[in-house]
């Protein structure tokens, strides 16, 4: 298949391999932003096959994962009232709450539904116009554009009875709350390639020039990553900080200029809390007021219940880099898929799930 199978071949994997051996000269600390990244890092070894003075470490690049509990909260009180049709994405459904998870809400007879695209929910509030229809709207900048799309679709429908969960979060601030932690010991990124193709590499100039950090837009096969890993060093070894594209066959500096517009015709920027890192300024998105009609919050009103995190768990340490899952002692014995204490251990972006499949 284009574009897939030839950054799998095996020979230019060890090639480059070998080149980066022979590049390095010093321990050169890397964090790449996207779980997507983290599991196929995991999944093909690439991580082993880097010199020893090379160190990979994991970002909070998995929305799912950093959804605070406050709105998997709300989202659990609306998907169980009678006259709510609740529609998420399937990684969503198994994310724990402070006491349960959506999978349980359906469990004990909540009108709980996965779908591929917010357009099915509001073709289901199409369908059935006597019942509340809310979708779940999480992610980066990549489903910011579908989800702004449906809120437009549902106004031009004029239909009365859908309405969004935002809980979208914004990569560049992320970065920025990592490079300013006192324990941050990131010298470059590997950028998430899809959210650059929407969003394109502007927002990245500030970060790389004020912090003195390479930023590598990088795809998400083997090649991609390795790629990616060389061009961050190239630039370490030789003290420049710049942002590049790795991932050019689907990336252009401004991005989707047309996505972009429609995002911020429906979206404003709000201060948002990660989970397991806390709040980081300018990093959410929420409705705008003239779109207000449709968000989820305003209409349910429903408090968070505000119990928190589970004691054992250990993902804010491994959201912002600071452990590998691992290292948390609930790892593969409290903590597994089927019985998971916090976010990343269920999402398919999540670290400690890459583990799990791939290390344990």
């Not at 390095?24 to 997507?36: A, N, S």
């Not at 969003?199 to 096969?221: C, D, H, K, S, W």
């Amino acid at each position: 298949m284009k574009f897939l199978e030839e950054y799998r071949n095996a020979e230019a994997v060890r090639a480059t391999a070998e080149r980066l051996r022979r590049l390095v000269r010093q321990p050169w600390t890397l964090m790449e932003i996207c779980g997507g990244q983290t599991h196929s890092i995991l999944r093909y070894g690439l991580d082993r096959l880097l010199p020893s003075e090379l160190t990979l470490i994991h970002g909070p690049g998995c929305p799912v994962c950093v959804t605070p509990v406050e709105i998997i909260d709300k989202a659990l009180a609306i998907a169980a009232r009678p006259d709510v049709i609740f529609c998420s994405f399937g990684d969503m459904l198994r994310v724990p709450g402070s006491r349960k998870s959506l999978l349980e809400v359906k469990a004990e007879g909540g009108d709980v539904r996965i779908v591929y695209s917010p357009l099915d929910a509001v073709a289901a509030a199409s369908r059935h116009p006597d019942r509340q229809v809310v979708f779940f709207a999480v992610g980066f900048e990549t489903t910011a554009p579908a989800n702004a799309m449906a809120v437009l679709q549902a106004a031009r429908l004029g239909l009365t009875n859908f309405s969004i969960l935002s809980a979208h979060v914004l990569v560049p601030p992320a970065i920025e709350a990592i490079l300013r932690s006192p324990h941050c010991r990131v010298q470059g990124f590997l950028a998430a390639g899809h959210v650059c193709t929407v969003m394109g590499i502007e927002e990245y100039y500030p970060l790389a020039e004020r912090f003195r950090v390479p930023i590598v837009v990088t795809g998400f096969e083997p090649l991609d990553i390795l790629w990616g890993i060389e061009q961050c060093v190239e630039q370490l070894q030789a003290s420049r900080a710049e942002v590049r594209i790795q991932y050019t066959r689907a990336v252009q500096p401004r991005g989707n200029t047309t996505a972009q517009e429609q995002m911020r015709r429906v979206f404003r920027v709000v201060d948002r809390a990660w989970r397991g890192i806390g709040v980081i300024p300018q990093s959410g998105l929420a409705l705008r007021e003239e779109f207000a009609a449709y968000d989820a919050e305003r209409r349910f009103d429903v408090p968070a219940a505000g119990h928190g995190e589970s004691p054992e768990c250990q993902a804010g340490e491994v959201l912002q880099g600071l452990k590998r899952p691992t290292e948390c002692p609930a790892f593969g014995r409290l903590c597994t898929p089927d019985h998971p204490l916090g976010a990343p251990m269920v999402s398919s972006e999540g670290a400690c799930a890459a583990y799990y499949r791939y290390r344990r």
